[in-house]
């Protein structure tokens, strides 16, 4: 896993840490992810990519980055519609903001969710209101509602680009306190 060196623009105390996880992306797409990721993060990614077993011919990369809040929220818009592009990206909350997840795949497109200090998603009361609501009119079942919005589809369809990528370099942050 790269990480992303920080600079006195990125210093400041909305800045916060997170990780992109590029499930698979196709050998031509490789270099547009890194410009676009540049792009948002203001400095030049090289990653390293690395073949990815669950589908051939795509490759995966790693990459855990500093910068400015609403950073993974910003790499999710200039990733997502990439057609043959899987990934997810993550951001670590501040003492001003919440954390954040983002999940995209061709077939799903892209679930968003926000994270609390421990990494649980927090589902905000009117969208679970909503989820009630249409289990009560028979739309759906609520488990599958509930299921939308904790984004089990999206780790349903992850999962195996996932542990295709078990024995992948892997660089642990630890933070001090």
């Given amino acids: 896993m790269k990480e992303v060196t920080v600079t006195t623009q990125t210093a400041t105390r909305n800045s916060t840490r997170g990780v992109l996880y590029v499930h698979s992306a196709p050998s031509a797409l490789c270099p547009h992810v890194e410009w676009a990721v540049g ?5 030049a990614v090289s990653l390293d990519w690395t073949p990815q077993p669950a589908q051939s011919g795509t490759y995966r990369a790693e990459l855990s980055w500093a910068a400015s809040a609403g950073s ?8 997502r519609g990439w057609n043959h592009l899987r990934f997810e990206v993550t951001e670590e909350p ?6 954040t997840r983002f999940s995209y795949t061709p077939e799903l497109g892209v679930y968003h969710a926000v994270t609390g200090l421990h990494g649980d998603i927090m589902i905000p009361e009117d969208r679970l209101k909503a989820a009630v609501v249409k289990a009560a009119l028979g739309e759906v079942t ?14 349903d369809e992850l999962e195996t680009f996932r542990h295709a ?8 942050l630890h933070q001090v306190v």
């Fill in 39 to 43: 792009g948002v993060l203001g400095a």
């Fill in 94 to 99: 501040t003492s001003a903001t919440e954390g």
């Fill in 72 to 79: 993974a929220a910003a790499i999710a818009s200039a990733l």
């Fill in 142 to 155: 609520l488990l599958t509602e509930i299921d939308k919005l904790l984004g089990k589809p999206w780790d």
């Fill in 165 to 172: 990528g078990d024995g992948a370099p892997v660089r642990w």
